[in-house]
């Protein structure tokens, strides 16, 4: 992937929550020196705590590239946003998208940034020849993070554990497969975008072959029990044969992100059906830990939450962005 140069102006565009502008969200928390400043058009509900800027102001701080920080579903680039994009180029910005709509295949886009000397950056763009899938194991551990449904904290969990390991010592490295995760370390895989047969190849070639005490973090994607989304869990799961599996949730939701029609599987649910899949490929594979999303709750609500999970479960429990990951961890090196 070519180079994407910093810092950047983070585009809400009309995003109707918080999570629709999980990109930008994940930039502004795990690489806050990158991330200067918001541009929202009107009706946009999300906020990430930044400066609202306009183009001109953004530039005279010094941004770089314009980052389209929302995610939304089916990945498309709205209408509404092509004035702004286009200025963008116009006044001296790059562009930057995860979306599934490439910035490549507009041709107002591409008009303009081939004027203006702009680049484009797609990050949802396989750029290596991925192979079907082997099933050989391999040397080194590794932890997948699955969820209860998507967007529930599986990126956050994997990026929080690889730096309470490193603290602690700990030979570790988290494995981006998502555009939000390539965004903040500059490599890995878009997973959502490799050809179905060569996803599970995508990850074994993610998490090759290391030493026999070094962890890779893999970032988890979708849910097993998402409609729209089960397939790329799958493909992580078998790809990455993991050794420990981390059990995500949001306990807020009342149905699956984007289908009402669906409730939230219980986490035993979540343990029961990943566990004989995982074995398929990982018969030692364990269900180490739960992470649990409590942003939704006060700190009292979010402790009781978390108490109980552990009760229920006999696994340490934790939000471990809110409280750290070392119980994670602790169970990792545990084994």
Same mark, same amino acid.
């Given at each position: 992937?070519?180079?994407?140069?910093?810092?950047?102006?983070?585009?809400?565009?009309?995003?109707?929550?918080?999570?629709?502008?999980?990109?930008?969200?994940?930039?502004?928390?795990?690489?806050? %020196?990158?991330?200067?400043?918001?541009?929202?058009?009107p009706?946009?509900?999300?906020?990430?705590?930044?400066?609202?800027? #306009?183009?001109?102001?953004?530039?005279?701080?010094?941004?770089?590239?314009?980052?389209?920080?929302?995610a939304?579903?089916?990945?498309?680039?709205?209408?509404?946003? *092509? /004035?702004?994009?286009?200025?963008?180029?116009?006044?001296?910005?790059?562009?930057? #998208?995860?979306?599934?709509?490439?910035?490549?295949?507009? @041709?107002?886009?591409?008009?303009?940034?081939?004027?203006?000397?702009?680049a484009?950056h797609? &990050?949802?763009?396989?750029?290596? %020849?991925?192979?079907?899938?082997?099933g050989? /194991?391999?040397?080194?551990k =590794?932890?997948?993070?699955?969820?209860?449904?998507? #967007?529930?904290? *599986?990126?956050y969990?994997?990026?929080?554990?690889?730096?309470?390991?490193?603290?602690?010592?700990? /030979?570790? +490295?988290?494995?981006a +497969?998502?555009?939000?995760?390539?965004?903040?370390?500059?490599?890995?895989?878009?997973?959502?975008?490799?050809?179905?047969?060569?996803?599970?190849?995508?990850?074994?070639w993610?998490?090759?072959?290391?030493?026999?005490?070094?962890?890779?973090?893999?970032?988890?994607?979708?849910?097993?029990?998402?409609?729209?989304?089960s397939?790329?869990?799958?493909?992580?799961?078998?790809?990455?044969?993991?050794?420990?599996?981390?059990?995500?949730?949001?306990?807020?939701?009342?149905?699956? =992100?984007?289908?009402?029609?669906y409730?939230? @599987?219980?986490?035993?649910?979540? =343990?029961?059906?990943?566990?004989p899949?995982?074995?398929?490929?990982? @018969?030692? &594979? *364990?269900?180490?830990?739960?992470?649990?999303?409590?942003?939704?709750?006060?700190?009292?609500?979010?402790r009781?939450?978390?108490?109980? !999970?552990?009760?229920?479960?006999?696994?340490? !429990?934790?939000?471990?962005?809110?409280?750290?990951? %070392? *119980?994670?961890?602790?169970?990792?090196?545990?084994?």
């Amino acid at each position: 992937m070519s180079l994407i140069e910093t810092p950047y102006l983070l585009f809400l565009g009309d995003a109707p929550d918080a999570l629709a502008a999980k990109v930008a969200r994940g930039i502004r928390d795990w690489r806050p %020196e990158h991330a200067l400043g918001q541009f929202r058009l009107p009706g946009c509900n999300a906020d990430m705590g930044l400066p609202d800027m #306009s183009l001109a102001e953004a530039r005279a701080a010094g941004c770089k590239t314009l980052v389209i920080g929302v995610a939304n579903r089916g990945g498309v680039i709205a209408q509404s946003w *092509k /004035k702004v994009l286009v200025q963008a180029l116009e006044e001296g910005f790059d562009l930057a #998208s995860g979306l599934h709509n490439l910035l490549r295949d507009e @041709p107002e886009l591409v008009a303009v940034a081939e004027a203006t000397g702009r680049a484009l950056h797609d &990050v949802r763009i396989p750029e290596v %020849e991925y192979p079907i899938a082997n099933g050989v /194991k391999r040397t080194g551990k =590794r932890c997948l993070a699955v969820g209860t449904d998507c #967007s529930v904290g *599986k990126m956050y969990t994997a990026l929080c554990m690889e730096r309470a390991m490193r603290e602690a010592g700990m /030979k570790a +490295t988290f494995r981006a +497969t998502g555009q939000t995760g390539i965004l903040i370390t500059g490599d890995g895989v878009p997973l959502d975008a490799v050809v179905a047969d060569f996803m599970a190849g995508a990850v074994e070639w993610l998490t090759p072959d290391n030493d026999p005490d070094h962890w890779d973090l893999i970032e988890g994607q979708g849910s097993l029990f998402h409609p729209s989304y089960s397939g790329v869990t799958m493909a992580l799961i078998h790809g990455g044969q993991p050794d420990a599996l981390i059990l995500s949730h949001e306990p807020t939701r009342t149905h699956m =992100r984007g289908l009402p029609g669906y409730g939230l @599987p219980s986490l035993e649910a979540l =343990r029961d059906l990943v566990l004989p899949i995982a074995r398929v490929v990982n @018969p030692a &594979v *364990k269900v180490t830990g739960i992470s649990i999303n409590t942003q939704g709750l006060d700190e009292a609500a979010a402790r009781a939450c978390l108490a109980e !999970a552990e009760d229920r479960t006999g696994l340490p !429990a934790t939000d471990p962005y809110r409280f750290g990951a %070392e *119980k994670l961890v602790a169970a990792l090196a545990a084994l």
